[in-house]
């Protein structure tokens, strides 16, 4: 795919894309940002969006659309029930996945929601390679819990590995055996582990943990809200997928796995979610909670615009040059940043690029949030927003102590088709300086602490003065500028 250069120094990623539309940003002054990120309490979620330069808080939702997903959008039809927009999203679903029992909801928790009020009981466990936050927050809202099973290069700051999302085979053939196959609820494969770094799973992976759920009867479930990235990799790393088209790889996955569902925030670069399967023993299964929480089976809590634009993103995830761009930026700033000695998660995986706070400022204890703290630190040096996965988005264990976070990340998600190389330049640059000056990051305490998914809305406070003392060394270096 890649293109190459005359002057193989001068090598990047070439974007196969035109911008038609931009959106103007704000550069505040260091002192304001500062000001910005007091009245946040320290969480980059309540930083105000006139107040970021560059939004790396999450790929999710915020992807750039293509002209085709915008026009599709303006040929919705809206109606409560038998909507044609829900027609065209299925057969959306059913070319790339092959899948024709498809159930709406209004994003991926919702699914997750549906998934643990359908399949969990209490007490059961569901295993999976990674947990994502809502994921964990349902299961253990109906009473279940999750167990992990990454295997444990994934947990690896830096590797060479390319699949460090894999499940641990062995591991997950043990735990069934010793829980007995009644108390698992289900496996679960997370595409591109988002805690992890968005790392991949390999397709043998995936489908050695499918093998294992058929022989003794648990349900696989594939969370494929980062599928695309992640079938990027394993177009790009794996020797079997090479000359496999993409649409095969998803049709193979969606033979395997008894459910799939994702976020179309993610996959579909819209909005809403998915739950699918081939078999409709699984969704029926499921189908009755989606009047009762969603909305209609045609609608299922989404808009129809959202609906027409996911269908059609859906078509563009079978797009290599649409789904390389993603992957080859975060490679890019993964490099830039690794050249210079600052702490990344190697090898760069999907999502965005993912700082190694625990590597960043090694002597900050876990209860000081070493990862938010990096984050608010570049907030306040830059005007981007990141945001933290470690620690804080961790929730309490029920006795009140603090789970600690295998990673401490600073993720710097990037948004598809969304910046530019200069500012991913720019991004650089900030965190090198960062990077240069990280003796002067102090931890946080909190002032707020939600007790569920405290890291949404939670507020903190620096401990000591170091916030001012990284602006006024910011004022030494860069003189007036912003
Ligand atoms: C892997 C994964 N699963 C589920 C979700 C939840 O999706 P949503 O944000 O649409 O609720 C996300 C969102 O980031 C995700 O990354």
């Given amino acids: 795919m890649q293109i190459k250069f005359y002057q193989e120094e001068e090598q990047v990623p070439l974007e196969m894309h035109k911008v038609r539309v931009v959106q103007k940003l704000f550069l505040r002054p260091i002192e304001e940002r500062l000001q910005c990120i007091k009245e946040a309490g320290n969480n980059t ?27 599709a959008s303006m040929r919705a039809d809206d109606s409560y029930a038998g909507s044609e927009t829900f027609t065209r999203v299925k057969e959306a679903v059913k070319e790339v996945f ?46 279940g819990t999750v ?22 085979l062995k591991k997950l053939r043990t ?12 496996v679960r494969v997370e595409a591109g582990t988002n805690l992890i770094g968005g790392q991949p799973v390999s397709l043998e992976n995936m489908l050695a943990v499918t093998d294992i759920c058929h022989d003794n009867n648990i349900i696989s479930v594939l969370d494929a809200s980062l599928l695309q990235d992640n079938v990027y990799f394993m177009k790009t790393r794996e020797a079997r997928c090479k000359y496999m088209d993409l649409k095969t790889i998803y049709h193979l996955l969606a033979d395997h796995f008894d459910i799939i569902y994702f976020s179309a925030r993610k996959l579909g670069f819209a909005k809403g979610g998915i739950i699918t399967s081939k078999d409709e023993r699984f969704t029926k299964m499921m189908v009755e909670y989606i009047p009762l929480y969603e909305g209609f089976l045609t609608y299922g809590g989404m808009d129809v615009r959202s609906m027409e ?18 992957p080859e930026f975060i490679n890019y700033l993964a490099k830039e940043l690794n050249d210079y000695g600052v702490p990344v998660i190697l090898p760069a995986g999907g999502l965005g690029c993912h700082l190694n706070a625990g590597a960043f400022v090694p002597d900050m204890p876990h209860e000081q949030y070493p990862a938010a703290a990096v984050a ?31 990673l401490e990340l600073m993720r710097l998600a990037v948004p598809r088709r969304v910046y530019t190389l200069s500012q991913l330049k720019y991004v650089a640059d900030r965190v090198k300086w960062l990077w240069d000056n990280r003796e002067l990051i102090g931890g946080l305490e909190w002032v707020e602490e939600p007790s569920v998914l405290r890291f949404f809305t939670g507020r903190l406070k620096e401990i000591g003065f ?17």
């Fill in 45 to 71: 979620f309540l930083l105000q969006n006139r107040d970021i330069y560059l939004d790396m808080l999450t790929d999710s939702g915020v992807n750039a659309m293509s002209d085709l997903q915008l026009a």
């Fill in 98 to 143: 092959g899948t024709e029992n498809v159930l709406p909801a209004h994003q991926g928790r919702a699914c997750e929601n549906i998934l643990a009020s359908a399949l969990v009981k209490p007490g059961q466990t569901a295993l999976m390679n990674f947990h994502f936050t809502t994921t964990k927050a349902h299961i253990t809202r109906t009473g």
């Fill in 147 to 168: 167990e992990e099973l990454v295997a444990e290069k994934g947990l690896k700051p830096q590797s060479s590995d390319p699949f460090k999302g894999d499940f641990d």
């Fill in 175 to 186: 735990t069934i055996k010793e829980k007995g196959a009644e108390n698992i609820a289900f």
């Fill in 309 to 326: 634009a996911m269908a059609q993103g859906l078509y563009e995830s079978l797009d290599m040059e649409y789904i390389s761009q993603g």
């Fill in 376 to 406: 608010a630190a570049l907030y306040i040096v830059s005007g981007i927003r990141g945001m933290e996965r470690g620690t804080l988005s961790e929730q309490r264990n029920p006795d009140g102590t603090e789970p600690f976070a295998e």
């Fill in 466 to 482: 170091w916030q001012e003392q990284l602006l006024e060394k910011f004022r030494q270096d860069f003189g007036d500028s912003l």
